[in-house]
């Protein structure tokens, strides 16, 4: 058994799966600010559950950059210099636990979920912020694994600022005073798109993936608004560079889940190779 857990700004998701993907029971508790009462729920949640199981390895998703067993810094949690793996080595005795960013986690998944595989993508969830994730041959890509897309510094309005800060979902109630889910206006979204486009803008030339997959709660609007995109894209890049093929994510509620259980699934096989 493969145990995921996605750790939200507001709740946090255990689920289970069979080694074929046979997603089982999920538990769900809201996400306290304290790491400390964090770790706490969660190893009871945990031990409750699954005590009685036989698991063969948990994978934790976090909202932030990780790196040797760190969360670096979390936004939306309000954590820095976590120590996470520490925490999490006793969660269910003897059992080991993999620790990565969520967006990176979702990008596996919604990469994965495409048929072909593309030799590279990027995987751009657009909510309350944006966050990025690099496949390349369908895993993370490792050298940028601790990339931050949505933090791009591009100039919009007349100043440089960050992608996430006139783009997101969070901008975009900000700017339009209305949720993606109630904009019909074809001129407003064509103004969000040009919102988003100034960040792919500079992060394709950069990493030129052959798609970009656009996941998170405005993504599950994409009918909406890729056509504009695709063409701004397209008008506005070098004659050179073309435009990746632009995607919305399959399974935007469940992309971190799943892509949990690839991530533990991949651990299991390598590790039975070393055998």
Known sequence: MIITIDTGGTKTLISSFSKNGRMG???????PPDQRDYVASLRQTLRDNYAHESVDVIVVALPGIIKDGVALWCQNLGWANFEAAKHFKDLLPGVPVLIENDANLA???ETRALNPVPVSSLYVTISTG????FCTNGFIDPGLRHSEAGHALVEFDGRVQRWEAFA????????YKKFARDITS??????????MSRG???????????VIIIGGSVG??????????????????????PCPKIVQ???????????????GKDYLANQKAKK
């Open 200 to 210: 792919f803008l500079a992060v394709i030339p950069i990493t030129q993936p052959d």
């Open 107 to 109: 990008g596996l998944a």
């Open 168 to 175: 997101s979902g969070h901008a975009i109630v900000n700017v």
């Open 186 to 195: 074809k001129r407003t979204w064509r103004q969000i798109a040009d919102r």
């Open 249 to 263: 994510a399959q399974h935007p509620e469940q992309a971190v889940v799943y892509g949990c259980y690839y991530y």
């Open 130 to 133: 944006i966050g990025s994730g």
């Open 25 to 31: 029971a999920s538990v769900k508790f809201p996400t």
């Open 220 to 241: 599950s609007y994409f009918d909406r608004y890729g056509d504009f995109l695709t063409q701004t894209l397209t008008e506005r890049l070098p004659s050179h560079i």
